[in-house]
């Protein structure tokens, strides 16, 4: 596996676009369009809040046959909580995208991320997609990573090659986050291509497991937003033999590399965390079952406590015990121990005189580890988080007003 | 019902006292006495995290018959995560109070509270206990109150009378909070003296009901401690016919008492959590049952998004109602109305075009009401929180060190 460039537009038959529709403000890019050449297997994993933007159940629906061949996405309007205008709204931009690129609107996939309860400026975004579909690009990935963003402090971009059976297979990724620290303009959003044959069950278990342990394990805020989404197209262009057996080696190799790229961006929206100034990496390690291992390591990185902690550089471990233990997994205190980077904290359940300074270095480090062995079985898990810090607070205080 | 003065020593036959151990610093009272000159039927609830302080296992063996005589607490150090060391001081802690008082340790109770992972001063300690049973007096609400404080900004005490069958009954309590703050230094703890002459399963239900919808229903902090209980001692002494029948008069009288006890108690210890400028009340009504109802109203009192726009008076429905989605509670979001003190913010789950002014002021109020109307039942649920602030951050970043 190699990093390339080329984002989203890396793999063969990808096109891409970002324009300006003056949804957010003038001369910031809102509208993307992301299409294939040719129509693509499809698959995706949407938000579990009861509260879900328009575009969610869209989505589902016109995925319901495993197909898509673009994805249509705006930033500056969630088009959330907007009822039938709202619906109405998502499958015009359905039917612009269709019309204007040439293909059927269920083949079309809809996104947005902004403001809630706001109805969204159809005769700006119809422009806006017209626009957009005219300048689709294979070069076209940085422009719609731009306009994806909303408070996102850096475009979050990615491409991989692989080499299946000797063919090389590409795939490309574009997010957004600031994770969800704002349900009103944090919408965690995930576009993946790629050129390899898949078939559609594959693929859609491919998506369900690779997000299950990276955007999944993401805590900015522990507030999960009406549209957050991740969708991957396949379009088969690198002509390899089609991957339809989640027991093969061509599965495998696939998988090592979505998750890879899924990582890479699920680390990029943690650490993108409105100030935020370290990303927070938890590995829960021995656990008695990776159900466990889970629960915990997200129940640390979602603690205010821990995240204020490390925000203060202050190495408290009884407050990352304390978050396991409330986390519901059941394990034995007693047996756990509590690094910060390589430095032992705890033992057993129990305090350690640990050199004060060699642990304040490691909670300056921009990426602070912390490792918690339960000493009770085989089973892991990784959670990324970030600080708690006067900025999150600032933002999100005067965030609508 | 009407409230009085005396709090914990209120009802007849009890003492307290508190006094300085210098556990926490010269000058600061911190251990505690509460004592019954008979036996009394006493119960408890607490915490659920897997991570617990010697003295909640013990406390639950000591009430496995339904009865104690004496309370003792101490602040300044949570004896959590010490292991065996932890369980022998307990067990001294009861000891030594057992003999200061003249009577059996199993009737003793133990509660600590403060930093977690330190091995207790069980010299000073031991000290202190002589101390206070010494000074131990009807008139010691008070100062057993200040003994049990860590990072409160104030005490927390109430009684009122209640007359049952012409008999009067009084019940008193103390506190002890900062929320959940910190888990180092903020267990929430509460004792409770009556009285009352009430059966050992009656007082038992009477805790874990009135518990449930009072200090559960609080959040300053998402995280639990390691060490939170509230704790019941009943002596009988007020001579009314015992309380056996939870379908009787008696019993929802003195459960109404009860409640309003630990509601009073639980708002100012939300009210109290550091850094907070508002105390946020959530009203959850016409839900579909009772669980859905209590789901929503906690998620979205410990929403970080809903905390940050109380403490940036920004009128935000948008975070509410997507802190309801994301509670695991099912409902329709179409038919939910949001108000905002009086003022409705939002209808059908879509918003309306409210006086900005007029919900500025609404959440300028010192006490800020947020209620939630399913329109799809008849239960409800209250919960309670605190805002979100700079101070917060500041407080927790900066705790240990």
Chains 1, 2 share one sequence.
Request: with cysteine.
């Amino acid at each position: 596996m190699k990093t390339i460039s080329g984002g989203i537009t890396a793999p063969a038959g990808f096109t891409a676009s970002g324009v300006c529709a003056e949804i957010k403000k003038k001369d910031k890019k809102d509208v993307a369009i992301i299409m294939s050449q040719v129509p693509c297997t499809a698959a995706g994993v949407f938000t579990t809040n009861m509260v879900r933007a328009a575009c969610i159940d869209i989505n589902k629906k016109h995925l319901l046959n495993g197909q898509a061949q673009a994805i249509v996405v705006n930033s500056g309007n969630a088009n959330a909580c907007t009822g039938q205008q709202g619906i109405d709204d998502t499958l015009q931009m359905a039917e612009v995208t269709a019309a204007s690129v040439n293909i059927d609107p269920s083949n079309v996939l809809v996104a947005s991320t902004g403001v809630i309860g706001v109805f969204m400026p159809m005769d700006q975004i119809a422009k806006g997609i017209e626009a957009a579909a005219r300048v689709l690009s294979p070069e076209g990935s940085e422009d719609a990573a731009q306009a994806i963003m909303t408070t996102d402090l850096a475009k979050k971009e990615i491409a991989v090659e692989i080499k299946l059976q000797g063919k090389s297979v590409k795939i490309g990724a574009i997010a957004k986050g600031s994770g969800m620290i704002h349900p009103n303009m944090a919408t965690m959003l995930s576009f993946i291509t790629t050129d390899a044959a898949i078939s559609s069950a594959c693929l859609q278990q491919l998506i369900r497991e690779s997000a299950g342990i990276s955007y999944n394990m993401v805590s900015v805020d522990r507030d999960t937003s009406t549209n957050d989404m991740a969708l991957i197209m396949a379009n088969g262009l690198a002509g390899n033999n089609i991957i339809d057996d989640p027991d093969s080696n061509d599965y495998k190799l696939f998988k090592e590399a979505l998750d890879f790229i899924n990582i890479f961006l699920a680390k990029k929206i943690a650490r993108d965390g409105e100030g935020a100034s370290h990303l927070i990496e938890v590995k829960v390690i021995n656990a008695a079952d990776e159900k466990s291992a889970r629960l915990i390591a997200r129940s640390i990185t979602a603690s205010n406590l821990t995240k204020a902690a490390v925000f203060g550089e202050d190495a408290n471990w009884g407050r990352i015990l304390a978050a396991a233990g409330y986390s519901s997994a059941q394990f034995d205190p007693e047996k756990v121990d509590i690094y910060l980077g390589q430095e032992k904290m705890a033992e057993g359940g129990m305090g350690l005189i640990f050199d004060e300074d060699k642990a304040r270095r490691e909670l300056q480090k921009e990426e602070v580890l912390i490792t918690v062995n339960l000493n009770s079985g085989t089973s892991s898990a990784t959670a990324w988080g970030c600080d708690l810090s006067y900025e999150y607070v600032r933002i999100n205080a005067s965030y609508r007003t």
